[in-house]
């Protein structure tokens, strides 16, 4: 019954921004409590899925990859069940699907579909 499902991709020219949501469905009020953490990947075609960014629900520190450091922020609204990715000064690089992803203490793991980001000229 859980579903995450992003939303916000689209075509940007290179230093323009997006923000990508993610909506979280059919988690109970404690399996929600007892998520461990919120990412989001990306994989670009004929590459590996990598790590974008994180928040740790716990504390709400954030981790970001190197390459997206100073330009992405990574949010979330419990209300509203929803992730974000803020995206700024967006590069060609950048071009790849984005993944929505949820971590649970007891091992639970999902996945949404992914929204495609497109950043060219």
């Known amino acids: 019954q859980v579903q995450l499902v992003e939303s916000g991709g689209g075509l940007v020219q290179p230093g323009g921004s997006l923000r990508l949501s993610c909506v979280a469905s059919?988690?109970?009020?404690?399996?929600?409590?007892?998520?461990?953490?919120m990412r989001w990947y990306r994989q670009a075609p004929g590459k590996e899925r990598e790590l974008v960014a994180a928040i740790i629900s716990a504390g709400g520190s954030t981790n970001y990859a190197d390459s997206v450091k100073g330009r992405f922020t990574i949010s979330r609204d419990n209300a509203k069940r929803t992730l974000y990715l803020q995206m700024e000064s967006l590069k060609p690089e950048d071009t790849a699907v984005y993944f929505c992803?949820?971590?649970?203490?007891?091992?639970?793991?999902?996945w949404g579909q992914g929204t495609q980001v497109t950043v060219s000229s």
């Open positions: 992803n949820v971590v649970q203490m007891l091992g639970g793991d999902y």
């Open positions: 059919g988690f109970t009020l404690s399996a929600y409590g007892m998520i461990y953490a």
